[in-house]
């Protein structure tokens, strides 16, 4: 009797283990905007910026990103040749498609232009100046940096003027967390918008404005 009431116990034991509660699952987003941040324009934007002539559309063509990282799960690099799939901490949507609509909420703050859309959009379609971005790097270390590395152009639609550009941004990641690690490429994100902004500006001083 005593052997039985111990596998009893065993398996009463097992079957509570099984029937717990599973890990709870985090979903992050790239910023904190919400959704008043897409149709108003910020007080980032410079006295340059803010001139007159903010009649003109940009448009963002779909972002390629490494096929590492295009995931539900945050990819986390763990030292040396050795990366981690953060199985309980995941992306809310996939990064090609947050990634546009962050670089286009950063544009309209500083360009103070409220005519920028991603190309799911139809105001895309004959828009003035379009850019494309290529994440080529998209790098997490928990509680120490992130790193963005990117290529883009901007290309007007009059003339054909375009310029092309690299943007290399390492951010700090401000807490320990995967919450931290997620604000900390919101903010490498803002300063890649910021050198496209500088290059629409450039465009738009050398040429013919629409």
């Known amino acids: 009797m005593t052997g039985r009431r111990v596998w009893i116990g065993l398996s009463l034991a097992l079957l509570a283990v099984g029937c717990g509660t599973p890990p709870k699952e985090y979903f992050y987003t790239l910023s904190d905007y919400t959704l008043d941040d897409y149709n108003t324009v910020g007080d980032l934007a410079t006295g340059e910026a803010a001139a007159a002539g903010s009649n003109y559309s940009v448009a963002i063509a779909p972002v390629s990103v490494p096929e590492g990282v295009d995931r539900p799960q945050m990819v986390v690099r763990a030292g040396g040749h050795r990366v981690e799939l953060s199985e309980l901490h995941r992306w809310a949507e996939p990064l090609k498609s947050e ?55 901007v290309r007007a639609a009059q003339g054909g003027r375009a310029r092309t550009g690299r943007s290399f941004v ?38 013919p404005l629409p």
Request: proline share 3%; with cysteine; glycine share 6%.
């Open 99 to 153: 990634i546009p609509r962050v670089l286009a909420v950063h544009l309209r703050r500083a360009l103070r232009t409220a005519r920028i859309a991603t190309t799911d959009q139809s105001a895309s379609l004959d828009a003035d100046y379009r850019i494309a971005v290529d994440v080529q790097r998209f790098e997490s270390i928990l509680g120490e940096r992130v790193t963005i590395e990117a290529l883009w152009s």
């Open 170 to 207: 390492c951010e700090p990641v401000r807490g320990p967390d995967h919450e931290a690690l997620a604000a900390a490429h919101g903010r490498a994100l803002a300063q890649v918008a910021g050198e496209l902004a500088g290059a629409i500006r450039t465009l738009r001083s050398t040429g």
